[in-house]
């Protein structure tokens, strides 16, 4: 952990505070809607703790008030959590070499954690600040959920504050310096377009991974000729 604070940048530290803090108010409206749908605090603590994902942790508390069991909700946080197969073929270099740490950076691995450190390139610091935005996210949004859970009367409709918008606004201030690059504008239109398009069609949440698609746009990185010839 020592290790850590050196390598970390006094900017990303920054950064990194100010994301969770409104993570950890999504977390308290997740806490304040698993209450009013009727969750034990075990099981929202355990959705919490070890699951650790709010798009599925939202997406699972909307299952249990809608009336379905725990097959159908495990099966759908399941099928949302699939965004993480290319995150972790993305973010594997930043997240340490040891068996013991990629496991816990797994656990730590959500769309924030990902994109923040991304956004920081490769290396010693865009592993510290995956290191401390994921550890950061962990304690607000598990202390966020506790708040929300026991001040839940206090807000009897969450929504009405746009907390939902914490999310995508947080990653789109954090990739748009990547947007700079010509592929990675063709990934992002192309997944949008495909997003958008299969929106009407298939179940919330589904649209992102199909959006996936948009990386066919990505083309090849052109080869650059060895030093001392032409092409």
């Known amino acids: 952990m020592r290790s850590l604070y050196r390598t970390l940048h006094p900017d990303d530290l920054r950064d990194a505070l ?39 942790q939202f997406l699972v508390v909307a299952v249990v008030a809608a009336g379905g069991n725990v097959v159908a909700a495990v099966a759908a946080g399941l099928v949302m959590n699939a965004r993480h197969v290319p995150f972790g073929l993305a973010i594997g270099g930043n997240v340490g070499d040891s068996w013991p740490a990629r496991l816990l950076g797994a656990h730590l691995m959500v769309d924030e954690s990902v994109a923040f450190s991304r956004s920081r390139g490769n290396g010693e610091r865009a592993r510290a600040a995956y290191w401390a935005c994921g550890i950061l996210l962990f304690v607000f949004w598990n202390v966020g959920a506790l708040v929300g859970r026991v001040a839940g009367a206090a807000i009897p409709d969450p929504d009405a504050f746009g907390v939902d918008a914490a999310f995508p606004a947080a990653l789109l201030a954090m990739l748009l310096p990547a947007l700079g690059r010509a592929d990675a504008r063709r990934v992002g239109l192309a997944a949008a377009v495909v997003a958008l398009v299969a929106t009407p069609y298939l179940p919330p949440g589904v649209p992102v991974i199909v959006g996936l698609l948009g990386l066919v746009a990505a083309g090849r990185a052109p080869v650059e000729a060895p030093e001392g010839r032409t092409s």
């Open 18 to 56: 100010a994301l969770t803090a409104a993570v950890g108010v999504v977390g308290a409206s997740f806490g304040a809607l698993a209450g009013a749908a009727g969750v034990p605090l075990v099981l929202m603590v355990a959705l919490s703790v070890l699951v650790f994902a709010g798009a599925s």
